[in-house]
């Protein structure tokens, strides 16, 4: 495992090859010129990389590979190197998945470095998909996330397939572990994984079921505020699925990475692959009641997991898509919002993509242009 300068360098969450997508983003639209972002990308790709078992799409070799496949579309330069690292990302996904499968067979509880998007198997299979969406490798991914998502039981109860047996951050115990519905960390980012792989025709066995289930799983646990707003909660314990009541007494933020905004886009996502326009429908009237000052006011950061730029970008995407008006009426105020915002002054030098500097800027960009030209939104699993 690689440390100090060479880790943060390979960080699509906070260092380097975050911050490179953001300089080939403006090289496309003009912004920015070709010399920087060539100069970015190669202090991002230039050294050791790390491909060992806990790398995924935000750390180490599949994150070089996906800053590469961006920028090789633009700069045929890159497509040889990023060639060679889909082969170094095919043998990580195999061990990957004979270690989930080893797991299972096993009878242990998973974890979300297992499956989640940022260091999982969802995310990895966002690569995959880009990359190499026909490959046995990819399929075989599909397959273990169609499997996944069956329930199980456990002590008499009936837990998700996804249900993690830790708790979600070492402050929020979750004695027994916790089922993990966002986009970032949990069953949204599967959802997504899911839909988008199949609106692309890349489809396996168990794949519909999987979808229904986990759809069904999102209609069981839907919650109202008081003015009728619908809202998930971030995950459930034991005593949730136990008495059949969330103990999160109200909505959280609307964020992309845990919140409701990332959880109706995978919704819409799923609806529109299994043609149902109610469901579609519904999931877009979700995201757009989060874009209302009410609750965009409760947002308390610009970046984007869980600030102003995350919901931006999902709500672009969710409009692009949408068959209802609602998202698309309250996305200009959203855009200004972020093209104001980023001219405010950095309070914290945080020049990373997830939360920092970079990912608001191209949000920006993308409010700017109407549009993404580089494609880097991939990594959110919201197109």
């Given at each position: ?190 959802l997504a994984l899911l839909a988008l792989a199949m609106r692309h025709g890349h489809i396996v066995e168990g794949h519909a079921e999987a979808i229904d289930q986990l759809t069904r799983w999102f209609d069981r646990w839907r919650q109202y505020d008081a003015d009728g707003g619908t809202w998930w909660p971030q995950w459930l314990t034991l005593d949730d699925l136990r008495t059949g009541r969330v103990s999160q007494p109200e909505p959280g933020r609307p964020s992309w990475c ?126």
């Open positions: 495992m690689l440390d100090g300068p060479d880790a943060v360098r390979q960080s699509l969450a906070a260092g380097a090859a975050g911050i490179a997508l953001l300089h080939l983003e403006r090289a496309l639209t003009g912004a920015g010129s070709w010399q920087d972002a060539h100069t970015r990308i190669r202090e991002a790709a230039t050294g050791p990389l790390d491909g060992g078992q806990h790398t995924g799409l935000y750390y180490g070799t599949p994150a070089i590979a996906f800053l590469l496949h961006l920028a090789g579309k633009a700069d045929s330069r890159y497509e040889a190197t990023a060639a060679t690292l889909d082969q170094h990302v095919i043998r990580l996904t195999r061990r990957r998945l004979a270690a989930a499968t080893a797991r299972r067979e096993h009878g242990a509880a998973a974890s979300l470095g297992e499956y989640d998007l940022f260091y999982g198997l969802a995310g990895i299979g966002a690569l995959l998909m880009q990359r190499i969406p026909a490959s046995d490798t990819f399929a075989d991914l599909l397959r273990y996330l169609a499997v996944l998502v069956r329930p199980y039981q456990h002590d008499g109860i009936m837990l998700p397939g996804w249900w993690a047996g830790h708790d979600p951050d070492p402050t929020l115990p979750t004695p027994g572990g916790h089922a993990n519905l966002g986009m970032a960390h949990g069953a949204a980012g599967i845990y919140g409701t905004p990332g959880i109706a886009r995978a919704l819409q996502l799923a609806a529109i692959v299994t043609a149902d326009p109610t469901r579609r429908a519904d999931a877009e009237n979700a995201l757009a009641d989060c874009l209302t000052h009410r609750h965009v006011n409760r947002l308390t950061d610009l970046g984007l997991c869980h600030g102003l730029a995350g919901l931006y970008v999902t709500a672009q995407q969710a409009a692009a898509d949408a068959q209802t008006p609602a998202v698309k009426q309250q996305l200009p105020a959203l855009a200004t919002a972020i093209q104001t915002a980023v001219h405010q002054p950095d309070q914290d030098g945080n020049a990373g993509l997830l939360t920092g500097y970079a990912g608001i800027h191209l949000a920006a960009e993308a409010a700017r242009h109407g549009t993404t030209n580089s494609g880097w939104e991939t990594c959110l699993l919201i197109v």
